[in-house]
């Protein structure tokens, strides 16, 4: 059981490169999210995607889309890479997206450090 | 919207003492739900401790504590007998309890322990 796993987990782009960073959970959970996490700012959330088939912006969402290509993977893309996306990129997973009865936490993979030349 | 805050942007702690990391947050929501994350040098995030907002009863897990105080908005985390282990970044969460709203985080104490 590997829970939430994120490729590739450091990556280096070119101004105006694109990259697609892929993200996987096993844990048959149906919500998932794409987090960026800056110095000072603590975790701020890109899309997420309340179950297979949607997808939402969050807070910072310009710059980036998503795929929710089926129940276990979540992917986000770069279409055109800048310096200001240079960030540790999270992926994180939850059983469900709003549970009256249950705390449904968050599971998040190890991160993917992007720098953007 | 809610916001969450946590007013201490670094803390240090010696070993084996105690420290108590502050949040505090905005809502207008009856009930809902608290968590602090663990955010050591490796990056991974770890969840530390949680908390609903109906329950009266401080959470704790091991050496890890709450001070959960909701009229004031209050979800301190206290850590007992620090461990160099426990350096790291804290950060501390907000879910409302019901809707599509997602975890909204803190910016994060990051603690250092003083051998």
């Known amino acids: 059981n590997a829970g939430v796993t994120q490729t590739p987990k450091f990556q280096v782009l070119k101004t105006g490169q694109s990259m697609t960073l892929q993200c996987a959970q096993d844990?048959?959970?149906?919500?998932m999210y794409w987090y960026r996490q800056d110095p000072g700012m603590g975790l701020r959330l890109i899309y997420y995607s309340a179950s297979e088939g949607t997808t939402d912006k969050g807070e910072v969402p310009n710059g980036y889309n998503v795929s929710r290509l089926n129940k276990r993977e979540f992917s986000l893309r770069l279409e055109s890479a800048a310096p200001s996306q240079t960030s540790v990129y999270f992926c994180a997973s939850s059983e469900a997206w709003a549970s009256l009865d249950s705390y449904n936490e968050q599971f998040f993979g190890p991160g993917t450090r992007l720098t953007v030349l | 919207a809610q916001t969450v805050t946590q007013s201490q942007p670094e803390m240090s702690v010696q070993e084996a003492e105690t420290v108590t990391l502050s949040c505090t947050y905005d809502?207008?929501?009856?009930?809902?739900?608290l968590f602090w994350y663990k955010q050591p040098p490796s990056r991974q995030m770890i969840l530390v401790i949680r908390q609903e907002a109906y329950k009266q009863q401080n959470a704790t897990e091991n050496r890890f504590s709450v001070n959960f105080q909701k009229a004031a908005k209050s979800f301190s985390l206290k850590i007992s007998d620090s461990q160099l282990g426990d350096a790291a970044m804290y950060f501390c969460a907000y879910r409302r309890k019901s809707g599509n709203t997602p975890l909204v985080f803190g910016k994060g104490t990051r603690l250092s322990v003083i051998a």
């Open positions: 809502t207008s929501e009856s009930d809902y739900y």
């Open positions: 844990m048959n959970h149906n919500s």
